[in-house]
C-alpha cells in the first residue's frame, strides 16, 4: 500500500508538474499573444501619429504657400499703387511745366502787345505831339518799397496816378 501510496503521489505530483507546465505554457501563450496585441496597438498608434503628421505638415505647408501667394499679392498691389503714384506725380509734374510755360507765353505775349501799343502810340503821336501812358514803378523818398503807377507823358509834364482810370494825378512833373 505504501507503493501505491507512493505511486499515486507521484502520479499526483506529476499530474500537478504537468498541469503547472501547461498553464505556464497557456500563460506564456497568452503573454505572447498579448504582447503582440501591444505590438500591433503600437505599429498602429505609430502610423496613426505619422499619418497625422504627415497630414499637420502638408497642411502648414499649404498654409505657408498661401500666405506666401498673399504676401506676393500684397507687394504686387503695392508696387502697382506706387507705380500709379509715381506716374501720377509725373503727370502732375508736366502739367505744372506747361501751365508755367503757357503763363511765360502770356506775359510775354501781353508785353508784346504794351510794346506794340506804345509803338503805334508814339507813332501816331510822332506825327503831332508827343503822348505816352503806361505802368512804371516808382519808389518816394523816404520810401522802401515801389509802388506801381499808372503814368501819362506829353511833351512837358509827367503825371502819376494810383490807376488808370483815376482823373486827378497824384505828381505832376513839369518839363521846359
Same mark, same amino acid.
Given at each position: %500500500?505504501?507503493?501505491?501510496?507512493?505511486?499515486?503521489?507521484?502520479?499526483?505530483?506529476?499530474?500537478? !508538474?504537468?498541469?503547472?507546465?501547461?498553464?505556464?505554457?497557456?500563460?506564456? #501563450?497568452?503573454?505572447?499573444?498579448?504582447?503582440?496585441?501591444?505590438?500591433?496597438?503600437?505599429?498602429?498608434?505609430?502610423?496613426?501619429?505619422e499619418h497625422d503628421q504627415a497630414k499637420a505638415d502638408e497642411k502648414f505647408?499649404? =498654409?505657408? =504657400?498661401?500666405?506666401?501667394?498673399?504676401?506676393?499679392? !500684397?507687394?504686387l498691389q503695392e508696387h502697382y499703387r506706387s507705380e500709379a503714384w509715381r506716374?501720377?506725380?509725373?503727370?502732375?509734374?508736366?502739367?505744372?511745366?506747361?501751365?508755367?510755360?503757357? =503763363?511765360?507765353?502770356?506775359?510775354?505775349?501781353?508785353?508784346?502787345?504794351?510794346?506794340?501799343?506804345?509803338? /503805334? #502810340? %508814339?507813332?501816331?503821336?510822332?506825327?503831332?505831339?508827343?503822348?505816352?501812358?503806361?505802368? %512804371?514803378?516808382v519808389q518816394t523818398a523816404g520810401a522802401v518799397t515801389w509802388r506801381r503807377?499808372?503814368? #501819362?507823358?506829353?511833351?512837358? #509834364?509827367?503825371?502819376?496816378?494810383?490807376?488808370? /482810370?483815376?482823373?486827378?494825378?497824384?505828381?505832376?512833373?513839369?518839363?521846359?
Open positions: %500500500m505504501a507503493v501505491q501510496e507512493e505511486e499515486e503521489r507521484q502520479a499526483r505530483i506529476k499530474a500537478e !508538474k504537468e498541469e503547472l507546465h501547461r498553464q505556464e505554457e497557456e500563460e506564456e #501563450t497568452r503573454r505572447v499573444a498579448k504582447l503582440e496585441q501591444d505590438i500591433r496597438l503600437a505599429q498602429l498608434l505609430r502610423k496613426q501619429r505647408a499649404q =498654409e505657408a =504657400e498661401e500666405r506666401r501667394r498673399a504676401n506676393k499679392e !500684397k507687394r506716374i501720377e506725380q509725373e503727370r502732375n509734374k508736366e502739367q505744372s511745366i506747361l501751365k508755367r510755360e503757357e =503763363e511765360r507765353k502770356r506775359g510775354e505775349e501781353a508785353k508784346l502787345q504794351e510794346r506794340k501799343r506804345l509803338f /503805334n #502810340t %508814339m507813332k501816331a503821336e510822332q506825327s503831332g505831339r508827343l503822348h505816352l501812358s503806361g505802368w %512804371m514803378s503807377r499808372w503814368y #501819362t507823358f506829353d511833351e512837358k #509834364t509827367l503825371k502819376l496816378f494810383k490807376t488808370r /482810370n483815376v482823373r486827378s494825378p497824384i505828381l505832376l512833373f513839369s518839363v521846359y
